[in-house]
């Protein structure tokens, strides 16, 4: 009795080594490959990585190759992003959160939400390009590409923000309303303080997409070879502000990537991969502080 | 059902009924709520008191689909609460509430004392200081956090935050505060405090309490009204509910022997 109890076990446990091996294989192979990837893109890019690189403009010359109007670029481009599709999503998100009354309207509203989140990214090009191009008539510039991207980052900033809004516990709402506090006040005061990390955590996620995408830029006409920057947003005499960049022409890292990758010489090659390092450094970093920002917000908000 | 009448009222309650949607939670009740006096509403589960007390402060507006038929008589003025033209945030800032379990804001134990006078645009430094001493030393809390008013409120005891929660609903000198089973979460210690508080505070303020527990209803409170199925059995003085109740049902009840 007892050995058919120690060969049954001793069969289960068999299957249990047996998953365990397969799952270990299962990880190790993508953490295999990832390092594989950061690996070859180091010590390609690595190589060109300097402080000349950094601050050049694109070259025939491979060597003399930098990725300056990239840099610029890709940062301008992410600001105009950023203004636009964080205040939209968060109001957006508030409203279906708190305000919106629950219905089959509001449910097919949150259904498509989702649904274009996952549409390509090459659609919403097409999209802002009849938009903003030919009936805005804002050109190919740096304004165009940030509302495109921000189009591209609008659902997922919505997504994040609800969940986020959805963390706050209905006690504490219920504590602001029965002090006599409006809808706007408990958001203004509760709701969005509480919730201000899931909220960021979720926009840099969706910035730190937005800042590779390449194919919807292409579509709205960003350059590939610039040797130029934009006008410079702070000028020299009153008002010291100026918007003229906004409707600038521009490129952007990954285009510049583009660029290079797609042409004959090796060198060209090389350049590519340091610009990839950079921008992935950047992607890296942005997620690093997204993961900051949730690890302070848990031990700062406890209910 | 028998229906004592109270000295001066606080409010009136006439043939309340409340639904939600289509399921009728209270029918038809009708009972004073006697002028700072503690009035404890006890009764099985799923009985509506719970829902009786959220329409006394129309908390059951954030629900949609909400019926209230009957009328709820605020004194002085005479106002009928449930009335559709009176804003539910109106009658808010007039009846406090606290609820079953602590909830206190995530922000520093100052802030939550003084959050309803900021909706209601009170900024100046030193009422606000001042009010919120006030109402920390009423909800006898001062003592304890005098030195610590920038801490979050959260760093403190459960009894503490209910405390605390007691105190931000004292703060805005409401005529009323609803006790949702405030001590349902609580230690036996805790429990005595926020009793003994209740007692202090019926001097100044109306009160009104759901509890489970019948003997913290024996305790605190000067009338009883035992509620059943949406309806109100019976409402007397505590003493009589206790000792010499009209109805079988809340002798069973108050014995322990249902519910």
Known sequence: MSHDIRMQIAGNKRRDRCFAAAGLVAMAFAVLILLFLLMTLGVEGGRRLSWEFLTSYPSRVPSRAGILPGCIGTVLVMLVTAWTSVPLGVAAAVYLEEYAPKNWLTAAIEINIANLAGVPSIVYGLMALGLFVYQLHLGHSILTAGLTLALLCLPVVIIATREAIRTVPLSIREASYALGATKWQTVRDHVLPYSTGGILTGVIIALSRAIGETAPLITVGALSFIAFLPTSPVTAEPPFLSLRWLLDPFTVLPMQMFNWVSRPQEAFHLNAAGAGLVLMSVTLAMNGLAFYIRYRTRRRIQW | ?259
């Open chain 2, 1 to 259: 059902m028998t229906t004592a009448s109270v000295p001066p009222a606080k409010a009136e309650i006439r043939n309340l009924s409340f639904s939600f949607g289509r399921t009728e939670v209270l029918k038809s009740v009708s009972m004073p709520i006697a002028d700072r006096r503690v009035t404890a509403l006890i009764g099985p589960s799923g009985c509506g008191k719970t829902t009786f007390l959220r329409c006394l402060n129309r908390m059951q507006d954030l629900h949609p689909d909400v019926r209230y038929t009957g009328e709820i008589i605020l004194h002085p003025e005479q106002i009928n609460i449930i009335d559709p033209a009176i804003d539910p945030i109106e009658v808010r800032m007039r009846v406090g509430m606290v609820f079953q379990k602590p909830n206190p804001f995530p922000k520093s134990i100052f802030e939550n004392v003084v959050y309803g006078l900021r909706i209601r645009g009170i900024r100046d430094r030193a009422t606000l200081d001042e009010r919120a001493v006030q109402a920390l030393q009423e909800a006898a809390l001062w003592e304890e956090v005098k030195d610590r008013l920038r801490e979050p409120a959260t760093s403190l005891s459960g009894g503490q935050q209910q405390r605390l929660c007691i105190a931000r609903a004292l703060a805005t000198k409401p005529e009323m505060i609803l006790f949702d089973e405030p001590t349902s979460a609580l230690d036996p210690v805790a429990t005595a405090k926020i009793e003994e508080l209740m007692t202090s505070l019926k001097n100044e303020v109306t009160i009104v309490i759901v509890t489970h527990n019948m003997q913290q209803a024996a305790r605190v409170s000067d009338y009883t009204a035992f509620m059943f199925l949406g309806t109100l059995v019976e409402f007397d003085r505590t003493d009589t509910i206790f000792t010499n109740p009209s109805s079988s049902l809340t002798e069973e009840y108050v014995t322990g022997r249902f519910g």
